[in-house]
């Protein structure tokens, strides 16, 4: 079943065409967007978060079109992302920050018993977000306030705060860029473990190769605002107009 369904959007800012006509779709599972840097790719989860309105086209969320109101009617849909710069609560603990992700009435509280932490939900709350920092290697440091981490760590965080709700739909915004070569096994290898358990759509976009193909069997490639060619990524980076645009004509192939 397709999630996100993106028909014919555009988006122009004044006189300048940001996407073109953008036909894309995501099922359970990751999916892919690479492209040069200025190619759109932050436009696109933009408008389909509700920070920009598409000037044309359509934007569906598991089967229903995005609705207006910016960013919070769009999370209702089940729609969590993170932004290439972390957008932590500095200070707050690692903990706290990742109990941020899930849903308003576990995290404001509604009573004596969730203000407490003490509540089955507000439990299960705590439960999760202990469950995935423990995945992600961070668990030694849920009761240190997030600015004392390295960028690598707040990244892993900032995705750890996206999961932590279950949602139906994950937009992650180069979450390998700056990680260390074991930062990045840190995050790809259980990234790709919670997302088949819980069933996730995940879109990645990343200039990371490497990374891409070791998530996602399908990704798409945008050139100047439109989607140019769509497939595996051992097929997609050998397409001739993406090595030749992109990677240079030494890049010939990704392993999957």
Same mark, same amino acid.
């Given at each position: ?119 089955? +939900? *507000?439990? &299960?709350? /705590?439960?999760?977000? =202990?469950? #995935? ?7 030694? %440091? $849920? ?17 750890? +705060? *996206?999961? &932590?709700? /279950?949602?139906?739909? =994950?937009? #992650? ?7 260390? %070569? $074991? ?74």
């Amino acid at each position: 079943m397709t999630v996100l369904d993106l028909s014919g959007v555009d988006v122009r800012f004044g006189g300048n065409q940001v996407l073109s006509g953008v036909d894309m779709q995501a099922a359970a599972g990751f999916t892919g967007l690479i492209g040069p840097n200025g190619a759109g790719k932050t436009t696109v989860f933009n408008a389909v978060t509700g920070y920009v309105r598409p000037t044309a086209g359509q934007i569906r969320i598991g089967g229903q079109p995005v609705p207006p109101g910016g960013p919070v009617p769009v999370a209702r849909l089940g729609v969590r992302r993170t932004f290439q710069t972390p957008r932590l609560v500095g200070e707050l603990d690692v903990l706290s920050n990742v109990l941020t992700g899930l849903d308003s009435e576990l995290t404001r509280g509604h009573g004596l018993l969730e203000f407490l932490g003490i509540s089955r +939900r *507000a439990r &299960a709350a /705590r439960s999760r977000a =202990v469950e #995935l920092l423990g995945a992600f290697g961070l668990a030694d %440091a $849920a009761g240190e306030p997030v600015a004392n981490l390295p960028l690598g760590s707040q990244k892993i965080v900032e995705v750890a +705060r *996206a999961l &932590a709700s /279950r949602p139906s739909l =994950v937009l #992650l915004d180069e979450p390998a860029a700056g990680l260390s %070569a $074991a930062d990045v096994d840190r995050l790809v290898e259980p990234l790709a473990e919670i997302g088949r358990a819980d069933g996730l759509a995940v879109v990645v976009i990343e200039h990371d190769l490497e990374v891409v193909s070791r998530l996602c069997p399908r990704v798409a490639v945008l050139h100047f605002g439109r989607i140019l060619t769509e497939g595996p990524p051992a097929q997609v980076v050998a397409h001739p107009d993406v090595v030749t645009a992109y990677l240079g004509a030494s890049v010939a192939a990704v392993h999957p």
